[in-house]
């Protein structure tokens, strides 16, 4: 395989190798999104936002947990089961790719959650500004995130442009 084909599985297996976490943790993660959420209390445009967005996820997460459950596997190890994999990744490669459209949201929402956990509320005073994001409103951080953000999923995966 050549060129822009072997591109695309080269892509389609490295992104299903990575979605595995999600496969695996997706449901706590989610699980404690909507937690946050709830205990964060937004108004009800940011809640209807976050609820399609946190619906998004949760229903990506399902078809791609069930596809890979049902998905045909050969019993030996080799080009077929090879194959196999390739296949269904390129087959998730929609919910991934909504994960990676989608997810920020519920980044954007544990964020808020631990910034106004107990511990850090203490450190803020009533007069504390709020700036606003397309999520809704959102007090400040209290400290620089320790980890930067991986680039979007969704924009590296585009396909190159053809003159």
Known sequence: MEGWDHHVVARDMAAWSHFQHVLRHGPDYLADARRAARRLNPDADTRRSWTYHLRALASALDSARHQAATWPTPAQPGPEADRSREDLAAETW?????????????????????????????????????????TGPVPPLTAAPTASAPGNAAESSRRPQHP
């Open 94 to 134: 929609h919910e991934m790719n909504v994960w990676a459209e989608h997810g920020p949201v519920a980044v954007d929402i544990l964020r808020r959650a631990t910034n106004l956990s107990p511990a850090r509320t203490g450190r803020r005073s009533a007069a504390t500004n709020h700036s606003h994001t397309p």
